[in-house]
């Protein structure tokens, strides 16, 4: 089998077990995904792979209940770098307004996937956060949102932080959507990186 192929599958099978190894809190699994200096960038969590382990772990054994679904997979593979863009969605159940809650986000994982040692890895994970909605789980209760915290948020993720800030986590607010300048500046960093610059 060509080269480019197996390498094509094996990232393809590294973005599959992170999905599968993280929802299903696998956490020493879900750890060799991650370069050494491997960063995680989210909505509720910026920083280096072993944190987000971490805390991600302490969230589920709390019963916080994020789940990942995945779509088609392009891949710009250059030597031993990779940038994989990868359909997803994030669907996340909790209390909103104290509404039991499904809010489902739409987007794209945006990775920096590096080969070394012979083994490919995840140096940098950014969603790309394009459309959300929130729904209650039983249809027949009412939800009612506090409008002037709904639109801090940006519109591709807005729900998502609204039932994540309530929860008291820290949202950051200028995450990438599906267009404007963050979108932009992540695809010419891609882009730099592809081509040799460091992150």
């Known amino acids: 089998m060509p080269q480019e192929i197996m390498d094509r599958l094996a990232i393809r099978d590294l973005i599959e077990n992170w999905a599968v190894w993280r929802d299903a809190g696998d956490w020493d699994r879900f750890r060799t995904v991650w370069s050494d200096d491997g960063v995680m960038q989210a909505t509720w969590f910026q920083g280096i792979a072993d944190e987000f382990i971490r805390v991600s772990r302490e969230g589920f054994e709390k019963g916080v209940n994020i789940l990942h679904f995945l779509g088609g997979t392009s891949i710009d593979l250059k030597d031993d770098r990779a940038i994989s863009q990868t359909k997803m969605t994030i669907s996340q159940r909790g209390l909103v307004e104290d509404v039991l809650c499904d809010v489902v986000c739409t987007g794209r994982f ?13 140096i940098l994970r950014q969603p790309i956060y394009e459309k959300d909605t929130v729904n209650p789980v ?50 010419r960093r891609g882009e730099n990186w592809l081509a040799g610059a460091s992150l």
């Not at 939800?143 to 915290?149: I, N, R």
């Open 110 to 122: 945006y990775d920096f996937i590096e080969k070394r040692n012979g083994q490919w890895r995840m």
């Open 138 to 187: 039983d249809p027949s209760e009412q939800l009612l949102l506090d409008t002037d915290l709904l639109e801090q948020f940006p519109v591709g993720y807005r729900h998502l932080a609204y039932m994540q800030s309530r929860i008291g986590y820290v949202v950051k607010k200028d995450m990438p959507g599906l267009v404007g300048p963050q979108v932009e500046a992540l695809y």
